[in-house]
């Protein structure tokens, strides 16, 4: 008799490891994909204005997050002139003063735009907003480009690379008709997240575009997100929720 109900107790207590164990899972794997949904987004440039004359240059920057982004003390645009002086090294820092609110835009503008200069949340001469086709700019996490690396990088203008490209990049491959100069480049509002690789910036890419190419503005193009990606989604929404397959993002689950 006691065997049996010592038999039935071990039964059932496994019977509720397996339970609590089951519940423990669901739980980690909602987190995971929830976690997987804010590291899959980042702070990417909107908008980004090289002059066709005079000094008609700025910036935008987008915060997709449900949360504001202290600027000034979590990031930093570095870049490079005519190719990086050293490989794996930027040449060039420049600090942010301000914070970029919860699903916002961020304007870094250069003070000899012609137009109407009040959207600019920065303006600047030379050298903080003086690049040309040729220079490379990252938006970095990280406030020191002293000692950023690669591996900061959240997204890019160009490549970095010692390699002088000329007069300018190609955007979206070398057949697009488009590149980084003398002109408004405007990301899709469908965007979410940054590219750190530079991939569209290659004579060779082929995939999908994430930028068009127009005239330059003298007064700054009102961009606006489409709104796929503000925040990290609702939790009771299942709809919501990526597929995730844990055994394709091992490191993730460590």
């Known amino acids: ?9 071990a039964a059932g207590t496994v019977a509720d490891i397996a339970s609590q164990a089951e519940g423990a899972m669901s739980n980690a794997v909602l987190l995971i994909a929830l976690a997987a949904v804010a ?9 980004f204005q090289e002059a066709s004359s005079g000094n008609n240059k700025y910036y935008e920057i987008y915060n997709p997050f449900g949360y504001a982004v202290d600027l000034k003390s979590e990031y930093a645009l570095c870049s490079c002139g005519n190719g990086c002086d050293a490989n794996g090294v930027f040449d ?10 919860a699903g916002g835009t961020y304007l870094v503008c250069n003070s000899g ?93 082929n ?21 796929s990606c503000a925040g990290v989604p609702n939790p009771t929404d299942g709809a919501q929720l990526p597929a995730f397959d844990v055994s394709a993002h091992g490191s993730d689950v460590a």
């Open 113 to 205: 735009l012609e137009g109407d200069t009040s959207a600019c949340d920065e303006i600047h001469g030379w050298p903080e907003v003086s690049f040309n086709g040729d220079d490379f700019q990252a938006l970095v996490m990280g406030t020191d480009c002293t000692t950023a690396t690669s591996a900061d990088i959240v997204d890019t203008m160009g490549l970095f690379s010692t390699t002088d490209p000329g007069s300018y990049w190609p955007v979206c491959g070398s057949s697009s008709g488009m590149d980084t100069q003398n002109g408004l480049l405007i990301r899709a509002n469908t965007t979410c997240s940054g590219d750190s690789t530079g991939a569209v910036f290659q004579d060779s890419f």
């Open 1 to 9: 008799g006691g065997m049996g109900n010592a038999t039935g107790d």
């Open 207 to 227: 995939g999908d575009c994430p930028w068009i190419e127009v005239d330059q503005y003298t007064t700054p193009y009102v961009w606006t997100a489409a709104g």
């Open 39 to 47: 590291d899959g987004a980042s702070l990417f440039f909107s908008q």
């Open 92 to 101: 060039y820092g420049f600090n942010f003063n301000g914070v970029i609110a």
